[in-house]
């Protein structure tokens, strides 16, 4: 029995496929060319393969533009002077395909990188895709692709990227399990959102665990047990039914209020990553949606950046299906552990630290109004408020905020339909924001505190890694100030302060944010209603002095302690 986070609720039982990269074999020294010419061959067919049943299977969920990538791979492994190049390589250096096919995909590379054009650049990832699907089947190992999977499998990896998670079939991905990974990293936001178990940071998983063996993925209790005997698989089974009753029976809360026993009124809603997501948060009666991360819009697309139609609709289609419920958008966060396969990020030595979300937005002004465009068109459709991520000071704030107002006057100049006004608020995850949340709170029109980066950055301990884990607290003395002090600066201009990092759906969280005066907690769609029986269960005017006197204390031992000893009460 192995133990591990469980990053996204529920229990699956199934086949493992695990996914682990193959060691490729490169060798430069002189090799039979007949052979590795028959190599190169068998692999290019194996590969083509490959593709073509990705695109298969993808058809039904992607749109006629990103399965054009798909045709694109296809013609570059066909491309005659790419299969001309490494074969004549192989024929004259006798060298292996391996490093014939390494030689001519770098030169096609480089080619691409340093072009004008960005669609030309943006070919660059498409080369190195393809090459490294034919490096696998080169080393009689295809590649772990979970694009591939069509049959019901619970994943077992080392780790998953955000973007391999947010291209999982959930029609054939019954769960999955990673060695690395905590609780905030973006693919386990991203397994949340899209309502998949998985278990992370388990411990000895991939010398455990081998392909094909039978398990029970338990993303409840956070444990995963392989090969079950056929007692512990009947336990399964009824305590699977039991956690599902359990949460069938939240459903009576779905059209109640999220209010405290004494009157205190506040907002449960939910966080999504997809318009896809929209049906949980309507079955989850949330009272809107106070994170949209449209970034996995841009991690989905594998051509480019989306442009401003496919987005528009994106965002349409959500606010249309949300009604009169407010949909907080939050523009585009990229960077850190979330990559784009079409852009080169520049190298940086702290991505966490580097030119992430508004930052790599305000260097890359096309980006942002292409992003604006869209959001302002869609506004005459719903409820919309957009969420500026990573603000560190007012002077970035306002840059931003003037791009909108440009892109807004021009669209009402040629007459295009929009909301009369649009609230833009400031996420506050970076202490600098917090230490001046009532500076910005002149300017904002609302904050939503992201304790996922406000932890790791207050703190200095990357949410990703578990070796500092111990220090990624959300109880510790010094996060908590932060917290209130960005309440107090919103209250203080008379402006609304939501959260939307995962300390909000914490049961020891909730009581002191609620004492806090926080307005609206945000989770993802599965939290939304065991928050709300909570709220509901809950004494507002006992819950301010809770917050009081945590406030005093010195330490997170301390502060759970006291947590805890309220809700024994
Ligand atoms: C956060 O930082 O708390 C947040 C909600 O954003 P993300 O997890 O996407 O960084
Ligand atoms: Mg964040």
Known sequence: MLKGIPASQGIAVGKVRKIEPPVL?????????????????????????????????????????????????????????FVNGVEDIIRNEHINAEAAVQEVS???????????????????????????????????????????????????????????????????????????????????????????PALVGVKDLMNTVQDGDQVILDAVTGTLIADPSAEQSAAYSVYADAWRGERESLKVLKQEESI??????????????????????????????????????????????????????????????MGDRRVVIRTLDIGGDKQLAYHSFEREMNPFLGARAMRFCLAHEDVLRTQFRALIRASAHGKLAVLFPMIATTTEFRRAKEIWLEEREKLKQAEIPMADSTEIGVMIEIPAAAVIADQLAQEADFFSIGTNDLIQYVMAADRTNDKVAYLYEPF???????????????????????MCGEMASDELAIPVLLGMGLDEFSMSAGSVLQARKQIRSLDYSETVPLARKVMELSSQEEVIACIKEYMLK
Not at 136 to 155: F, G, M, N, T, W
Not at 296 to 316: H, K
Not at 476 to 498: D, F, S, W, Y
Request: glycine fraction near 6%.
């Open 25 to 81: 074999r490169i060798i430069r020294t002189t090799a039979d060319p007949d052979t590795e010419l028959q190599r190169f061959r068998k692999a290019s067919g194996e590969t083509v393969n490959d593709i073509e049943k990705i695109r298969r299977l993808a058809s039904d969920r992607l749109s006629p533009k990103e399965l054009a990538i798909f045709e694109m791979h296809l013609l570059l492994i066909r491309d005659a002077s």
């Open 476 to 498: 510790n003395p010094a996060v908590l100030r932060m917290i209130r002090m960005t309440i107090e600066g919103a209250h203080k201009h008379g402006r609304r302060c939501a």
């Open 260 to 321: 405290t026993r004494d009157g205190h009124h506040v907002e449960i809603c939910g966080n999504i990553g997809s318009p896809d997501d929209t049906g949980s948060i309507i079955a989850n009666g949330a009272d809107g949606i106070g994170l949209f991360r449209s970034e996995f819009l841009y991690m989905r697309n594998e051509t480019g950046f989306p442009d401003e139609n496919t987005q528009y609709e994106a965002y349409r289609s959500v606010l249309e299906r």
């Open 106 to 196: 770098g030169r096609m590379i480089h080619e691409f990188e340093t072009m004008d054009d960005t669609y030309f650049q943006e070919r660059a990832a498409d080369v190195k895709d393809v090459t490294f699907r034919l490096l696998c089947h080169l080393a009689d190992r295809a590649l772990p692709d979970v694009k591939l999977i069509d049959e019901p499998v619970i994943i077992v990896a080392k780790d998953l990227s955000p973007s391999d998670t947010g291209s999982l079939d959930r029609r054939f991905v019954l769960g999955f399990a990673t060695e690395l990974g905590g609780r905030t990293s973006h693919t386990a936001i991203m397994a949340r959102s899209m309502e998949i």
